[in-house]
């Protein structure tokens, strides 16, 4: 493992789908939970075999809902429960096995990401468990936690400047270009339908599993890539509509400003997860009821209030989505909201004061 500086087409929504649900995985002997001395049983939740019947990947999803300790109208999803603490191990997952599905990825091609967040982990662990050789293209400034996770799991990180989207160097662009440079495939988490497509058959029936019956009246979750958000919200409006689905989005960024039809602006949002420069194929604004503008400075003030005063561990995107969550909460007091913890607090300890 080495590290290294350097300076689409959309899919349909049987992207995922049913026949590969339940066809036997090609496993080596160690990848086979009938191989061990335990008695385990397959996990059913996710839309691929392969996933279902690793030791390793089994661990993504069926993450719980948890009561808030201090309102008694919010119930928070524990997407840090996942295997690299975020939901982006469903997408790490999703998205290899996904893009083989397509005829887009060889089993065994390298496969490339840039990421300066939790994808970067959790395409790294789905490389590792599938036999992908992977790379993760970072800006130089990314945490050491997320860089780490990359490292641990055997990948290899090429850094790049931490400079704008419309510089030659930016991260994105240094991606595509490697990739095109080592016959790798790029994910592309930014500009892949398939992003939503994931959690549309993935988390979202996982959380209306959790959820019918009990009278939610809202789920709210970070912006971010508007993967997650828009997948789930697709699942969920065929079903219920009546659940409205709210964003949290940073101050100064373009989802919300499109969302709400006015011009692009200046992209300021310091929070990972939080915002965007720019609305790609990933997002679905029809599914979307509402967004939410949180600062960066209220992102954090919420993140560290529910760690110290609840016991409730959160990222900072987290925290803006529960900062939004609690508002709601306080306009109407027979208001039912979920709220997504979509990774933990321990990826941030170093970056926030008194952490």
Sequence with gaps: MTE?????????????SDDIRNEPPNLDPEDDLSATFLSIEPSEGAPFSEINNDPI??????????????????????????????????????????????GELEEGQAVVEASSGNTAGAVALAANRLGHPCTIVMRETTSPVKSGFVRALGAEVVTAPDVDHDHDFYYQKVAETYAEEHDAVYLNQYERE?????????????????????????????????????????????????????GADGEESNISRMFYGE????????????????????ANFDVIDDVRSVSDSIAVSRAKHEAADNGLLMGLSSGAAMEVAQSITQEDDDTKVVSIIHDGAEQYFHEVEDW
Excluded at 233 to 241: D, Q, R, S, T, V
Excluded at 263 to 274: M, T
Aim: hydrophobic share 30%; net charge negative.
């Design 57 to 102: 990947l089994r661990e993504i999803g069926d993450t719980p809902l948890v009561p808030h300790p201090e309102n008694e109208q919010i119930v928070c999803k524990m997407e840090r429960q996942n295997p690299t603490l975020s939901h982006k191990d469903r997408l790490g997952a999703g998205m290899i096995l996904g893009l083989r599905q397509k």
């Design 263 to 282: 011009e692009e602006g200046n992209y300021d949002v310091d929070i990972e997860g939080l915002g965007q420069w720019r609305v790609t194929e990933t």
């Design 194 to 246: 398939l992003n939503r497509h994931v959690h549309y058959e993935w988390t979202g029936p996982e959380l209306y599993e959790q959820i019918k019956g009990e009278g939610v009246t809202h789920i709210v979750g970070a912006m971010s890539t508007c993967g997650f958000l828009t997948g789930v919200a697709e699942y969920i409006k065929e079903i219920e509509p009546s659940i409205k689905i709210v």
């Design 4 to 16: 290294k500086t350097t300076p689409d087409d959309p899919s349909d929504r049987n992207t995922i």
